[in-house]
């Protein structure tokens, strides 16, 4: 069953065509890396199925509900209910603790609690930076907080963001290492990269091209 | 973990970890909650002071002459001084009135111990000295305006007795060359200025005036001023009336009434200070805020992204002001009452009385000032579009 439905959608500024009559289904515990150059709509993509943009034309649908006509109220709920987000910029707020920064999340979406955050934190191997602040972390460990924070609801679906951008190839690895650990657990991932060594370990890799769906790569040796 | 400890964790985390910002909004509130604490303790505790001290120094009782007695005769006074403790006597100054002429034109001149007058009137301007020797004069603002005279100058005072002119007429023209007035020569010591009707008059010794008028009268009154409590200066007037028939003492109150002037004046005068202070601090939070909501954009658009309602970006940002204010408005409640007591030391010398609800009150005040001044600034921070704040930069 498809969690996510993207039919015949189009972003349009002005005369521009962000996206351009773009279909695309993903399953649910399905893991689809999106590439493309610059400028080619991914992020515009991103930010619609993320519930944070609405699209001009066409329907969006989440878990069989569309939700490309709902109200700005209505899209944070489902956002805060389903989906977790990763950016290429480690966006934390940089006066909370790493532990604090994923009870955030908790906060808005249900209540907080220190022992599931730190249990979080462990998971993406920071248990023992849970008290540092942003800018007492290195970029990997920041971008590890921000999975941590993804997670920690429970979303059905994962958006990253060129999650791996700023990173080196060790933490690069670790980022990797933890969507698979995702992914074997049911998580659905949508992954946006440049970097085609990160959407080689997807199932699927979709290519985008001037807002168009230019090629579909299934990775015929992917394996958990 | 409870919902509200995350908040609060939240907000105390943004205040405490982000001093340089916020010290800037937490020092205008404390400034402002410093000055509205500490005028309006003034406020209330200057009435009690001044009144202290007017009561203290000023004249707070007359002798006048009873009717039909021989009036008030130095000996007389002097009996009715002996019913007053001499160490709660302040001073007194008797006066004798008397019409006099400068330029063929007639002034009211006042006989007094001069010493005794800068006692009991001791909020009396004089421009230049006190007369210091018989044959200086000191000259109400209004006559000296009148004569053009300054201090330094000289003044020519005669007098005509008022029943010389009456003789003058039943008698002829003889009569008239032996009662013609005595002229004296006065040297202007200084000018004064009461902001009441002694600008009208002259002052000066009561040597000069036996001199000038060629006898000694009575007194038409002496002012006194005691050191005493109502009911101290009540027994005073009750023994002088009983044991000294010639002298009518009198409770005066005339000093309270220019103090209640000055008092309204001052008090209206702090009011409007105050409500300056409160909107500047206003002001300056309200800008503190709003570049402080300017530089979390990106914040403001990470939480909303993180499922954060509008209700809840306010409720965080209105919460941080709020804390703000109640921080501000302790600091300043305690500055407050250190500025007052400052203030009190150095121009009553005396000490304040201090009013714990004033705490609260300046804290509340606080409170509501800033989370006033948070509502523009906040408002702009749930207009945060989390998809454009996120996109990079
Ligand atoms: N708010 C906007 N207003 C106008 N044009 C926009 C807006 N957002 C995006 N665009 C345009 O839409 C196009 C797609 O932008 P998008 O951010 O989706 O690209 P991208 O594929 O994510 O690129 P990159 O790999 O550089 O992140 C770009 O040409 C961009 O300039
Ligand atoms: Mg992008």
Known sequence: MSLLEIKNVSKIYGNLHALDNVSLNVDAGEWVAIMGPSGSGKSTMMNIIGCMDKPSRGEVLLDGKDISKESAKRLTEIRRDKIGLIFQQFHLVNYLTAVENVMVAQYYHSLPDEKEALEALERVGLADRAKHLPSQLSGGEQQRVCIARALINHPELILADEPTGNLDEANEGIVLELFRLLHREGTTLIVVTHDPEVADVAQRTIVLDHGKLSREIVNENFHD | ?393
């Open chain 2, 1 to 393: 973990m409870k919902k509200q400890n995350m908040f609060f964790r939240m907000i105390t985390a943004s205040l405490v970890r982000r001093r340089s910002r916020m010290l800037v909004a937490l020092l205008a509130i404390a400034v402002g909650a410093t000055i509205l604490s500490g005028l309006v303790t003034i406020y209330y505790d200057v009435p009690r002071q001044m009144g202290e001290q007017f009561r203290n120094y000023g004249a707070n009782m007359i002798f006048l002459g009873a009717a039909d007695s021989e009036g008030l005769t130095p000996d007389a006074v002097e009996r009715g001084l002996s019913y007053i403790d001499a160490n709660k006597l302040v001073g007194v100054a008797p006066y004798r009135y008397e019409t006099v002429n400068i330029n063929e034109q007639p002034v009211v001149a006042a006989g007094t111990d001069l010493a005794g007058a800068r006692a009991t009137s001791p909020y009396w301007i004089v421009s230049g000295e006190w007369p210091a020797a018989d044959g200086e004069v000191l000259v109400g603002e209004d006559i000296a305006d009148v004569f053009d005279v300054k201090a330094g100058d000289t003044l020519s005072v005669s007098f005509t007795p008022a029943t010389a002119e009456a003789t003058t007429a039943a008698e002829g023209e003889d009569a008239q060359e032996e009662t013609n007035g005595i002229e004296m020569t006065f040297t202007v010591s200084g000018t004064l200025d009461t902001g009441g009707s002694e600008e009208n008059y002259i002052f000066i010794s009561l040597a000069d005036m036996e001199a000038l008028t060629g006898e000694s009268a009575a007194y038409d009154v002496v002012e006194l001023s005691i050191s005493a409590t109502q009911n101290e200066l009540n027994a005073i007037v009750d023994s002088v009336t009983e044991n000294v028939s010639s002298v009518t003492p009198r409770l005066v109150k005339r000093v309270t009434q220019s103090e209640t002037t000055v008092l309204s004046k001052l008090q209206s005068l702090v009011l409007l200070v105050t409500i300056v202070v409160l909107l500047l601090t206003m002001i300056c939070v309200a800008t503190t805020m709003m570049a402080v909501v300017t530089e979390r954009r990106k914040e403001v658009g990470l939480r909303k992204a993180l499922g954060a309602s509008n209700g809840s970006i306010t409720m965080e940002f209105m919460g941080e002001g709020m804390l703000l204010g109640a921080v501000g408005g302790l600091l300043g409640s305690i500055l407050g009452f250190i500025f007052a007591q400052a203030v009190s030391m150095n121009v009553f010398n005396s000490s304040i009385t201090f009013k714990p609800l004033l705490i609260p009150i300046t804290i509340l005040v606080s409170i509501l000032v800033t989370g006033l001044a948070c509502l523009i600034p906040v408002r702009s921070a749930t207009d945060v579009d989390p998809a454009l704040v996120l996109k990079g930069e």
